[in-house]
């Protein structure tokens, strides 16, 4: 289990025991309200002794009574608390990808500006030898990626979109690796894979946007 995954369990299980604690102080707050008040509509007796004891008797019912409630709010509002931090760690848990599915993504993003640089060397004829050994080492590290599956700690949709993109990674990666500097000088076979990466690219954008990855800071990077 991850961090968050952790983190959820503890919480939601905090949440129960303050809200067990919160329900068992309020029944204690009423039981202590009942004993109060008649003690409060009573009259102090008039015999100085006995007065001094009744009034420090109705002061130690109320504030057992205030006490009682205290704890009885505080505690609830733990359990509040706690609960909305359980639910928060799900939602970000869901909503966020995690370091291996990240790394994947990032990388992945990387190789394809690597592959369409390595498709027009080879078409340009620069190096042709070389550059379709650094496309088949490109391509080999996409379908190995493109072989993962999303975490299932993420929302069905986030999966979804998540797996159609890994499959469309692993496929290209897989169809570029078999191809020959023959096969890619042709200019239709060419520009055929390269519209299937800027269809893959595509994919990546809406995977980009459904989990806030910051696709100018990647460039910067280049």
């Known amino acids: 289990m991850s961090v968050l995954d952790w983190s959820f369990v ?3 299980s905090a949440a129960l025991l303050f809200f067990l604690l919160g329900i068992l102080f309020f029944f204690s707050f009423l039981l202590a309200s009942r004993k109060f008040k008649p003690v409060k509509k009573k009259r102090p007796p008039k ?3 006995k007065r001094r004891q009744f ?14 409630r205290l704890w ?14 359980g639910f928060y760690s799900r939602y970000y848990q869901q909503n966020n990808l995690g370091g291996d599915d990240s790394e994947a993504l990032v990388q992945s993003y990387y190789l394809l500006e690597e592959a369409v640089l390595q498709i027009n060397n080879v078409q340009a004829g620069e190096n042709p030898q070389k550059s379709i050994k650094n496309l088949q080492e490109v391509t080999s590290r ?3 990626y493109g072989a993962r599956k999303a975490a299932m700690s ?28 023959e096969s890619l000088q042709n200019q ?5 894979y390269l519209e299937d990466i800027e269809k893959v690219r595509e994919s990546q954008s809406k995977v980009f946007k459904r989990f806030n990855v910051n696709e100018g800071a990647l460039k910067k990077k280049q």
């Open 10 to 12: 503890i919480l939601l």
């Open 47 to 49: 015999n100085k002794k």
């Open 55 to 68: 009034l420090q008797l109705r002061k130690q019912l109320d504030k057992k009574r205030r006490s009682r």
């Open 72 to 85: 009885s709010i505080l505690f609830l509002l733990i359990a509040a608390m706690s609960l909305g931090g």
């Open 142 to 144: 996409l379908a190995s």
């Open 154 to 181: 993420l929302s069905t949709d986030g999966q979804t979109l998540l797996n159609r993109h890994f499959t469309m990674l692993r496929e290209l990666g897989v169809n570029l690796n078999g191809q020959t500097v």
């Open 188 to 192: 239709g076979t060419s520009e055929g």
